[in-house]
């Protein structure tokens, strides 16, 4: 029985999909002979495929984006034969759809953000399929799809926890008032109370319930902890806001992190480097371990941090700053004009573009103020020095981005709650610690020389780190407890929407593609 006659008539009625190609590929490969049934009788390997998509929801997914209910009315007693081809193509469909979700995510995250990137993954599909079928191991094929980083778990557990506290009703609501804080009375206190120990703080009143004791106090200081709030031990705006996040909200919140996992490597390094933008860290992991973790500042929410993986293959203590030209048109341009000794005596020379050669140009020549963005045909390079925001080394690593890692000279910033001030580039508060591991043949005073004296030097990183810039507000930390950040980029919000599209709707606006010259400069 062949299976292309009923395929072929729904490809026509929709528009083509990556799945689409995949179930076509497949049938054609066949000859468009029934895979999932031999003789008139369904293969048991059919169960496996119902298997996984009921636990879809344990993955973060959505069990109605996959055909199981119709698969399992084919299935039901009182099975027609004849209708075997549909029933194929439906296991077909349900085991590349759920495959392709589950180990490379829903969406292609380019395509919904010119500014999200998913690393490539390899393995083919259909022949996985293929495989799967002639072994008889389907249900164990499916189980090694999901990402296997201990991360990805550790998350897929929280959001069995949070979804059955949504399902019980999730928490009280902390309602409005004075400032609750340790040793006062209030009935709100109770409510307070109740409503950590329904996320599993340890919150137990020592005596009177409405008197916020010092066990309060410590699990108000670990949710602060665990939010990036403040941590003071007192609930003001800021933690009520936090506190009255529904656990809906919270379930959805961890789905979407899920999702972004998905579109990391499979393996993410013996070592490597993550940058979460949404958390303001970065973290150098080394076989399992996190052996440093520093404050970062990260891209401003009108130039945001990129998400994509790369690998660090060299450092450049004593970097020039290139200045990106859309920096220079819509930042320093203004300066200028405002004050004609501003490039000199911030290092800054001028130079011709490459049409015009390339050529230094004394500042002092150019009329300013009659140049204009459309107008600006100069490139500016900063020199090294105390002013450059690149600071004393900057870390390179390709992306279409043109963003690295740097140190910085603005080093207050990073007592800042919310670190958004770069334009896309990732500085660091920890650079000589970060180049100390990175270039471990060179000592700590060598590298602290090379930061403060001399030109711009080029060093080889012997074996290159894989780096990875997430946009985490959801993990779990090395406790095992599940972190929260705020949403600064709006990006769950916009990833929430796509995800929220069913097939059929209206197809969404493409998403405006950013500047590429977005970025810190060579």
Known sequence: M???????????????????????????????????????????????????????????????????????????????????????????????????????????????????????????????????LDSGHVARVLRTLPPPQPGYAALRRALERYRASAAHGGWPIVRAGPLLEPGIRDARVALLRRRLLAEGYTAEAEGDADLFDGTLEAAVREFQERHGLG?????????????????????????????????????????????NSAAFTLDVVDGAQRVLDMRAIVGRKDWPTPIVSSRITEAVFRPAWHVPRAIATSELLRLVQRDRGYLTREGIRVFADSAAGGREIDPATIDWHAVTESTFTYQLVQEPGPTNPLGGV???????????????PLRPLFTERFRTFSHGCVRVEGAVDLATYLLPEWSVDSIRAALTVGRERRVRVLTAIPVHLVYWTAWTDDRGEVQFRDDVYGWDRELGSVLDARPGSPALPPVAARPPDRACGR
Do not use: C, K
Request: charged share 20%; glycine share 8%; hydrophobic share 45%.
């Open 231 to 275: 941590v003071d031990g007192s609930v003001g705006a800021a933690t009520r806001r936090a506190l009255n996040v529904p656990a809906a909200d919270r379930v959805r919140q961890i789905a979407l992190n899920l999702e972004r996992w998905r579109w990391l490597p499979r393996f993410l390094g013996q070592r490597y480097i993550v940058v």
């Open 394 to 408: 900057r870390f390179v690593f390709w992306t279409p981005f043109d963003v690295f890692i740097h140190d910085t």
């Open 2 to 132: 062949l299976v292309a006659a009923w395929f072929g008539s729904s490809a026509g009625q929709e528009r083509v999909s990556a799945v689409d190609s995949l179930v076509a590929r497949f049938y054609e490969e066949r000859g468009g002979r029934l895979a999932w049934s031999t003789a008139g009788a369904v293969s048991p390997q059919a169960r496996a495929v119902l298997g996984a998509l009921a636990r879809a929801g344990a993955e973060g997914l959505d069990p109605q984006d996959y055909p199981g209910a119709a698969i399992d009315s084919l299935l039901a007693p009182g099975f027609v034969p004849d209708r075997l081809s549909r029933l194929d193509s439906l296991l077909t469909r349900a085991f590349l759809s759920y495959s392709s979700d589950v180990s490379r995510g829903r969406v292609d995250p380019q395509a919904v953000d010119s500014l999200w990137r998913a690393a490539p993954h390899a393995g083919d599909l259909v022949r996985m399929l293929e495989a799967a």
